[in-house]
């Protein structure tokens, strides 16, 4: 699979250049999640089931052609990747579009496990109860099938299958998040929650003010209970042609037990279309109003608002402890 990564990367970049119209689908209520805010009006979203999904990239995806019995769940539109719940149920598996942004990343993360040697030669899982997986389908013959379970995903290629390992769940918590207010109750339930635990927190949690971003330390070596500053890196986690761009000044909260960090991006000016090949990151450094000591640093953007179930936050708010 030397090549696997770059066809992705050329078959994601022709797609690219296809005039794509935006395209509506059934309405889904966001502002009643709970722990999330509503979403920003920008062109993209980590968390993608919204009304009037903005098609950003050409992502192709194909829609089962089985006769299903009547469901809330969207109908996908000729060429639009599906995702279809794989459940040992005996109901018939819903099978609902993927939003393109969100189709894009999940095979510019297979592109980048690929060209990092990640893929190892496996035979696909065998069919087990209840869940089997998510089973991403799409419509460009470059692209392989993607079974995605909560820790690893499964994908084929010209009789070559593969395995990529994703302890994390980074795979699986991007297309949860996509597709889960767009399916039945019965099936949501019967769906594994594999998001990290949100931690309580002693500290207030400082409100968005600006769009969506999350930071890692940039250096966690130089973190001790006597540092009264933490050098971060912040990444915007919508849609911005790869470009972070301007960050908000960040706000500290201090508690107890843990100390709450909110760095927020500038919203991006105009409504342009973003494309989504994974943005930069900045590089900051935190001054905090007195030393760390025995306290947790806690990234506010993984303990609500709308990058809470990507992969961002795959492994939790929680970016040092002592």
Do not use: K
Not at 55 to 69: M, Q, R
Not at 147 to 176: C, K
Request: overall charge negative; charged content about 20%; glycine content about 8%.
């Amino acid at each position: 699979m030397t090549n696997f990564g770059t066809r992705i990367r050329e078959s994601l970049h022709r797609a690219s250049t296809m005039p794509v119209p935006a395209v509506t689908v059934d309405p889904v209520g966001r502002a009643a999640r709970p722990s999330h805010q509503p979403a920003t009006s920008t062109a993209r979203r980590w968390q993608a089931a919204t009304v009037g999904i903005v098609v950003v990239a050409g992502i192709a995806l194909a829609a089962s052609g089985c006769s299903t019995p009547e469901s809330d769940a969207p109908t996908a539109p000729p060429s639009w990747t599906t995702v279809t719940v794989d459940l040992y149920s005996g109901r018939e598996n819903p099978t609902i579009p993927l939003a393109p942004d969100v189709a894009e990343e999940l095979y510019l993360m297979i592109g980048d496990s690929a060209a990092a040697g990640e893929v190892i030669p496996a035979d696909p899982p065998d069919p087990g109860l209840d869940f089997r997986g998510f089973v991403v389908t799409p419509a460009d013959a470059n692209l392989p099938v993607l079974r995605i379970l909560p820790t690893a995903i499964y994908l084929g290629e010209s009789g070559t299958p593969g395995r990529i390992d994703d302890p994390g769940s980074g795979f699986y918590n991007r297309v949860y998040d996509a597709v889960r207010l767009l399916l039945d109750d019965a099936t949501r339930t019967a769906l594994p929650d594999s998001n990290p635990a949100i931690p309580d927190v002693t500290a207030t949690i400082p409100p968005q003010v600006g769009a969506a971003a999350t930071w890692t330390l940039s250096d966690p070596e130089r973190v001790t209970a006597e540092s009264t500053s933490v050098p971060i890196e912040v990444t915007r986690t919508e849609c911005s042609s790869g470009v972070t761009g301007a960050i908000a000044q960040p706000v500290v909260s201090l508690g107890a037990d843990d100390i709450i960090i909110r760095v927020d991006a500038e919203p991006l000016p105009g409504d342009e279309p973003q494309s989504c090949q994974g943005n930069d990151s900045v590089q900051m450094t935190v001054p905090l109003p007195e030393p760390i000591g025995d306290r947790a640093l806690i990234d506010a953007g993984c303990l609500e608002g709308p990058a809470v179930r990507t992969s961002f936050c795959a492994t939790g708010a929680t970016r040092w402890s002592p």
